[in-house]
């Protein structure tokens, strides 16, 4: 079992950043994929990114592809988003998650075997 605490939202102008962090416990995040995903009112849960267990691999979203950037640092059991140049339309519950599969940037959510309970970013214009 892994447990996931997401921490960093927070209400931010457009054109600002923000930085998230998952901390995980219960065994070691270098077993798993991390991934991030958001949420807003009304839609789908939308795929942000994904880092493979050593960090060499990341992929993500379109609509963040140059302006959020993923990170891990496996000793401290820590995933971070760095969100940049933010957007109005970046408003939703952010979640991380963690993946057992071998998928190299897992993008669907049911790749995903834990979830953290999510922290709000909202973006004003």
């Known amino acids: 079992q892994v447990q996931l605490v997401e921490s960093g939202g927070g209400l931010v102008q457009a054109g600002g950043s923000l930085r998230l962090s998952c901390a995980a416990s219960?065994?070691?995040?270098?077993?798993?994929?991390m991934g991030w995903f958001r949420q807003a009112p009304g839609k789908e849960r939308e795929f942000v990114a994904a880092i493979n267990r050593s960090g060499g691999v990341t992929g993500y979203g379109d609509s963040v592809q140059g302006r959020f950037a993923i990170s891990r640092d496996n000793v401290k059991n820590t995933a971070y988003l760095q969100m940049n140049t933010l957007k109005s339309e970046d408003t939703a519950v952010y979640y991380c998650?963690?993946?057992?599969?071998?998928?190299?940037?897992?993008?669907?959510?049911?790749?995903?075997?834990?979830w953290g309970q999510g922290t709000q970013v909202t973006v004003s214009s």
């Open positions: 998650a963690a993946s057992a599969a071998f998928c190299g940037n897992c993008r669907l959510p049911n790749q995903y075997n834990y």
């Open positions: 219960g065994r070691a995040l270098s077993n798993y994929v």
